[in-house]
């Protein structure tokens, strides 16, 4: 039996097909292009395969209501094209299969706490840095949801005494998002970030808010252990920066395990969303 994923993200799109085990077989990646483009990627893929299922991790905001009349539609992403698209109707108009569909931090979150950095354990954050910021939370096992998707991305930070950087976040300036993600160090700098020392200061500003983000989730959530992930986390020494800036705020105030412990890298690398949806999919056959 064969189980289809696609990890929809807003620069490329990663598609895999896997078995029962949560293996993957064969993967291909493109760039995201129009929805109608995309698609016949995707269906160029999927084609070749008799599916049993197929899930789905998606850039977002994304409609997770199954009693919304735009379930599965993606919403107000910056990405025109796909704005109000029916991304789930669209697929299910070419497999008449079971589909199971979330975000592609959920989808992270979900795999990392079955085979990766979180496994058994019952409550754990995943985040993820790079163009964007997404969190993504399993709490007693099962994916956080409540009216949609939590969007904790975009909880306001306290601006470091010398960042005197503004934000890139078109709706909420000064967000987790808007001060710490990828463009905001082409906004402060000019260059990004692979082009930065690890030395330079700016990373003393994002460790900052990274660190206020997972005190305000620790102290709300209460997880087991939280996984940060993206192309950002690959700077040398900022994981440390992060950790010594989290101690620092939250004080003692609750206890959690050991820092080096507490906050991790992913266990599955840079493969923890496309296997997420393979899991996704393979719950639709449970």
Partial sequence: MLVGAIEAG?????????????????????????????????FTFFDQFELAAIGIGSFGPIEINRDSEKYGYILSTPKLAWKDFDFLGALKKRYDIPMEWTTDVNAAALSESKIGASKGLKNTLYITVGTGIGVGAIVDGNILSG?????????????????????????????????????SIDGRLGVAGKDVSPDDQVWDFIASYLGQAIEAYTVILRPER???????????????????????????YVPTPPVDEYIVLPGLGDNAGITGALILGNLCLA
């Fill in 10 to 42: 807003g620069t490329k799109f990663v598609c895999a097909v896997g078995n029962e085990a949560n293996e993957i077989i064969e993967r291909v990646s493109f760039p995201t292009r129009t929805p109608e483009e995309t698609l016949t990627d995707i």
């Fill in 147 to 183: 009216s949609g998707h939590p969007e904790m991305g975009h909880m306001l930070v306290r601006p470091h005494p010398d960042d005197h950087y503004d934000g890139f976040c078109p709706y909420h300036g000064n967000c987790l998002e808007g001060m710490a993600a990828g463009p």
């Fill in 226 to 252: 939280i996984v940060i992930g993206g192309g950002m986390m690959k700077v040398p020494g900022l994981l440390d920066k992060v950790r010594t800036e989290f101690e620092t705020l939250l004080a003692n």
